[in-house]
């Protein structure tokens, strides 16, 4: 049961605020406020309360979307809620930012009304939605810079705009009404989020993959999807399919509306798509990757005769060539320095307030090796300061590739649509953590 | 849009809503309302236009029409008499062709909130639970819960009651968990919505065709249900089974807590559920939602109270990723903790190790005092680790080491020696109050050992005066004169120095008051003194050691998917092992190696109020040292005392239902066994901690002895810790 959603933005801005239950006050949202920023940092506890009143949020895209909600609800059940009810608006909306919110409000009102009565959640499915939602979305510019400012750390989503072949996956589902009614599209995205941690040794202590299909279809009414999955793909260690090599994973869930008659012996998925986002399948692979990570790192700390501390950084990618890369990385270490970096494009800054310095590399081709020199002057520099150097923490975006190798064979719309429709297959790998200690 | 202050901006809009010409064009007037909706969700107060937007609300533009009605509940509650005025207009929406103005009307006929409109909406109410549309349907039993909320002091028709009773047969599965949920409000007093054996399986038989949200609400509620015979309730948890591997996080969640209120009396049952989220349980660990991720760890967190070797083999799922937010990392390191073991000790630590010096200092004492607590176990490998820190001379780090030492000396005393090396020249680095407190305790404990223990407190003494924490006097005091008793020539003057100064100067009541104790005590002689600070320490930790036996489900069933597993904060994890507080003050500090030896399950978790607890002290041949106990001292004369191997000792003990909790290797002395057992009478439990200590010469230390002589012994003390008990209960 939830007494109050509202919506706030980084900067405590009011965006949204609804009552559904008439219990708590609206200064909940000033008292809300409050409790964030009196809090060193900027991650507040997922939970607060405050006497009677308790505050459950999820941040996404620089806003605070919070529920208020008494103390016996389900926190599964909430967030969930929440995390829905944001990719509904950024369905709605397009995306998700400040900006969109603000320029949407009556839409998100229109739609608060419907999926949450009496603090009771009625529904979130679009197919339902699409009945009552009246409202047209305004939408922002298709793609900014700006947007891209609130890139969230795990930004999978927001990121995606960067490599979608246009800016057409960000915008608003609902413009069938509108003047691009004619243009059905649906893309199918592969999207995996790495996790590793390499040892200082270069040994691969810990490598996750947490990865997910998701579709989104912008087509007004679509009829079966069939998706098809590499032929050798096999769930668990046990079995093993195909003579290729195997596509392995460790345990799999499927969306509940996905029709698994033909998985078994082909490995399709049939589905019928609603409109707008949805994660099809989900999928985990633990400690077992089926190549070497793509990135590695050869480091050398040292101590100049100045007093000075010697970074010397040389990455090297490990993906096959003609695959460029989005980087950033970073180290954790101390005060001024002067850089030495084997490219012009790419750059370097010292973060003071996180002690870190970070690398940016705007492309990184595949086999190849990159390199960058750092002096730091750090005061009182001892031997035991070398040991709180590091580590290096990797975040990239891996356009077309998937670290299990999950290909999507097909995509097959089975009564064929009239007019022309668009389908598209994403791949892309994210860094959730990569991090390489030295 | 220039900007305006408040009251400019409700009139611009007020003139701008009763313009004939802004209200003849329809998309004009809709704007206009959407501005001042959004001045009103700004915060900006709007209240004002009020009448305008009831005019404004006669319209057959639903877009504009949600509109005002978003604005209309939100101020219904301020006039009162003018929100009559849209009742009319509510009630022929009502009557309209289309479902979705009818289902429209209905919901915000509801929430203005007003006692005085209840009865123009109830009869609209009635006939929207009969209505062909599911969406008003919906809205409408919705509704009847809202309007008992208005008037909780009438009664609703008790043919209401029946009709939303009836509903629960309702082909729509929205509409039958509303009215599940309108029931539940309705009859809160007599204990909300009732299930019987048909309702509960019909609620079961239509749960597949509820979405996410009414499968957790069904689930939530079938809770109460209490299935009648054994095979009912297989065959209701065979019929949730799948469930429980949901790939949404709510259902799974919502099923296990069903699974585990059902199973309450099958222990066996519930822990094979347990068993069986493990799987979506991590793969909501690994959520993209960190929401969704720290939600999981707290669960898993619960989880493993009961069952302490679920996660073991998937410790890695917790190491923590670069950029998670401090909230997760800490998280991620307490369930760390609880996973180590000797296979994966090496790596955790190395993990940990890495968080050390995050940026951000709370994770990184929080991974300190990590290390601390696996300390208790890998003393040695953790120390490394620990005193390495030290090296680094940040603030915050020594600050959290020392703290950390301090806490893991007092478990495991050999470290001591280690420990006391590392000590030297923290007290540059360390700043904060409570890092100080405790290098003044370790200095005050360990004073013979350091041989710069002096003149560290020396500069602390000097620098009195410009103290501002009571806390550190307090322990400056005390560490002095520890200090005073092992090394009174270098300690002697500043002794002095300190007392004189906390007794004539010092402001604060209680660091004076301990000054002038000690300055008394030390008038009694120096035996005296050695006597009460020096005395028998307290070892709150021996709970600790046993490591935590596994809990019984029930004893967080209840707490499960609810937020308080979100709230617990670190520190009351850290304290639920402390033990209760006026018993262990008399058991002694052991000042041997303590082996750890594992534990049989056994409900030991503070019992209940009145809980007897006294300790037993077993000499063999010779009594023990003299002091005296709040608890009992008994004296068995055991003709050999058993020096077997830990391990057919434990066995044994268990067999008569005694725990053991620690042993000293076997063949140190003063030899000792910590053991506790717990007797439970029908009003009354009591827990004896008992201490077997054996400080026979050497002429006495002998090999295992027969299995005889073993029984024998554990007879007696099988018999005396009978009566004592008895006694006691």
């Known amino acids: ?438 | 849009m220039p900007y305006l202050g408040s009251e400019d901006m409700v009139r611009e809009l007020r003139r701008a809503l009763s313009n004939p010409n802004v209200q003849s064009d329809h998309l004009r007037y809709r704007n206009t309302i959407l501005k001042v909706v959004r001045a009103m969700s700004q915060g900006v107060d709007v209240s004002g236009l009020f009448s305008e937007m009831v005019k404004a609300c006669a319209t057959v533009d639903v877009v504009q029409k949600k509109l005002v009605y978003v604005f209309l509940c939100s101020y219904a509650s301020l006039n009162p008499e003018l929100s009559l005025l849209v009742i009319n207009t509510l009630r022929k929406d009502c009557q309209d062709p289309n479902p979705m103005v009818r289902s429209l009307a209905l919901r915000n006929m509801t929430n203005l909130r007003l006692p005085s409109l209840v009865e123009y909406v109830e009869q609209p109410l009635t006939a929207g639970l009969r209505d062909r549309a599911a969406c008003v349907r919906r809205v409408a039993v919705l509704g009847w819960a809202k309007l008992h909320k208005l008037q909780a002091s009438s009664d609703i028709d008790a043919a209401v009651v029946n009709e939303l009773y009836s509903l629960l047969r309702d082909p729509d599965p929205v509409v039958m968990v509303n009215c599940l949920r309108a029931l539940e409000e309705i009859l809160k007093e007599e204990g909300g919505v009732a299930i019987n054996k048909p309702i509960a399986h019909h609620l079961l038989n239509r749960l597949k065709e509820c979405d996410v949200w009414g499968q957790c609400e069904v689930l939530k509620i079938l809770e109460r249900y209490r299935p009648q015979s054994e095979d009912e309730l297989f065959d209701i948890l065979s019929l949730l089974d799948p469930s429980l591997l949901s790939p949404h996080p709510p259902v799974m969640a919502a099923t296990l807590s069903l699974f585990l209120s059902l199973c309450s009396g099958l222990p066996a049952a519930s822990l094979s559920a347990l068993e069986r989220v493990r799987g979506p349980l991590l793969a909501a660990c690994g959520s993209a939602s960190r929401e969704m991720r720290f939600t999981a760890l707290c669960h898993i967190q619960l989880l493993l109270r009961s069952l302490p070797g679920l996660m073991g083999a998937h410790y890695k799922r917790f190491f923590c990723g670069y950029a998670e937010p401090a909230y997760i990392k800490q998280r991620k390191m307490q369930l760390l903790v609880e996973l180590v073991n000797d296979e994966n000790v090496a790596l955790v630590l190395d993990e940990l190790k890495g968080y050390c010096t995050d940026v951000n200092t709370d994770t990184a004492q929080a991974a300190i005092s990590a290390i601390g607590r696996i300390g208790r176990s890998y003393s040695d490998r953790c120390l490394e680790i620990l005193t390495g820190l030290l090296g680094l001379k940040q603030e915050h780090i020594t600050s959290a080491v020392v703290q950390t030492v301090r806490d893991l000396v007092w478990v495991c005393p050999q470290c001591s020696e280690a420990v006391c090396l590392a000590l030297e020249g923290c007290e540059e680095t360390v700043q904060d109050s409570q890092g100080r407190q405790a290098l003044l305790w370790l200095l005050g404990v360990y004073g013979e050992r350091v041989s710069s223990a002096p003149y560290v407190l020396e500069v602390f003494i000097d620098g009195l005066r410009s103290e501002v924490s009571p806390g550190v006097k307090m322990e400056l005091l005390t560490a002095t004169m520890r200090l005073f008793l092992c090394r009174p020539a270098e300690t002697q003057d500043m002794l002095g120095r300190l007392l004189h100064y906390c007794i004539e100067e010092e402001t604060d009541m209680c660091v004076r008051d301990q000054a002038l104790f000690y300055y008394r005590l030390l008038h009694c002689g120096i035996e005296e003194t050695r006597k009460v600070l020096q005395g028998r320490r307290s070892d709150p930790s021996l709970g600790v050691l046993i490591g935590r036996p596994a809990e019984p489900v029930n004893q967080w069933a209840r707490s499960f998917n609810t937020l308080e597993p979100l709230k617990q904060s670190a520190a009351e994890t850290e304290s639920t092992s402390g033990g209760s507080p006026e018993p262990v003050t008399s058991v002694p500090r052991p000042n041997t190696d303590l082996s750890l030896s594992s534990l049989s399950p056994s409900p030991v978790d503070k019992p209940p109020n009145g809980v007897a607890l006294c300790f037993l002290l077993l000499g063999a041949l010779e009594k023990a040292e003299e002091e005296d106990y709040v608890c009992m001292e008994e004296h068995v004369h055991c003709p050999a005392p058993p020096r077997c191997s830990p391990q057919s000792l434990q066995a044994a003990l268990q067999l008569v239902n005694v725990q053991t909790l620690a042993f000293t290797p076997p063949q140190t002395l003063p030899w000792r066994v910590y053991l506790y057992t717990h007797t439970r009478n029908t009003h009354r439990s009591t827990l004896i901690l008992g201490e077997l200590l054996y400080t026979g010469e050497e002429r006495v230390k002998k090999q295992p002895r027969d299995d005889t002589a073993l029984k024998g012994f554990l007879s007696i003390l099988a018999t005396v810790l009978h009566t004592l008990s008895s006694e006691r209960a």
């Open chain 1, 1 to 438: 049961m939830i007494s109050q959603i509202f919506i706030l933005s980084s900067k405590g801005d009011h965006l949204i605020y609804k009552d559904f239950r008439g219990e708590a006050g609206s200064d909940a949202v000033t008292v809300f406020y409050e409790k964030v920023t009196a809090l060193p940092g900027d991650q507040p506890p997922v939970v607060m309360s405050h006497g009677d009143l308790h505050f459950v949020h999820v941040r996404q895209g620089g806003l605070y979307c919070v529920a208020t909600t008494a103390a016996d609800s389900s926190p599964f059940t909430v967030i969930e809620f929440l995390n829905r009810l944001m990719a509904l608006i950024k369905d709605y909306c397009g995306s998700l930012s400040e900006k969109s919110v603000r320029m949407n409000f009556a839409l998100i009102y229109e739609l608060l009304d419907e999926v949450v009565d009496y603090g009771y959640i009625q529904t979130t499915s679009s197919d339902v939605l699409k009945n009552f939602i009246q409202t047209e979305a305004v939408s922002s510019k298709p793609f900014s810079l700006f947007d891209l400012s609130n890139v969230g750390l795990f930004g999978a989503e927001t990121q995606q705009s960067k490599v979608a072949p246009s800016s057409a996956a960000t915008r608003p589902i609902l413009s069938s009404r509108g003047e691009q009614g004619g243009k059905s599209e649906i893309f199918v995205d592969v999207i995996e989020r790495l996790c590793v941690v390499i040892g200082s040794n270069g040994v691969v202590m810990k490598a996750d993959v947490e990865g997910e299909i998701r579709v989104k279809c912008y087509m007004p009414s679509c009829s079966e999807m069939r998706i098809g999955l590499n032929e050798e793909f096999s769930i668990g260690k046990s079995q093993l399919r195909g003579y290729g090599a195997a596509v392995r994973v460790d345990e799999c869930s499927f969306h509940q509306a996905v029709r698994l008659d033909e998985f078994d012996s082909h490995r399709i998925l049939r589905v019928c798509p609603s409109q707008g986002e949805q994660t099809v399948m989900q999928y985990q692979l633990s400690d077992d990757l089926p190549s070497a990570p793509p990135f590695r790192l050869f480091p050398t700390v040292e101590r100049d005769v100045g007093g000075r501390l010697l970074l010397y950084l040389k990455l090297r990618c490990d993906l096959p060539p003609k695959r460029s890369v989005l980087l950033q990385d970073a180290t954790t270490t101390h005060t001024p320095l002067c850089q030495e970096l084997s490219s012009p494009d790419q750059s370097a800054e010292l973060q003071p307030h996180s002690r870190a310095v970070v690398w940016q590399i705007p492309r990184f081709p595949g086999g190849t090796q990159l390199s960058a020199l750092f002096k730091l002057e750090v005061p009182g520099l001892s031997s035991a300061s070398m040991l709180e150097v590091g580590p290096v923490g990797l975040s990239f975006e891996l356009p077309k590739v998937t670290a299990t190798g999950l290909q999507i064979r097909f995509l097959r719309l089975s009564p064929v649509q009239p007019g022309a429709s668009q389908r598209w297959v994403r791949y892309v790998t994210h860094s959730d953590s990569y991090t390489i200690r030295i």
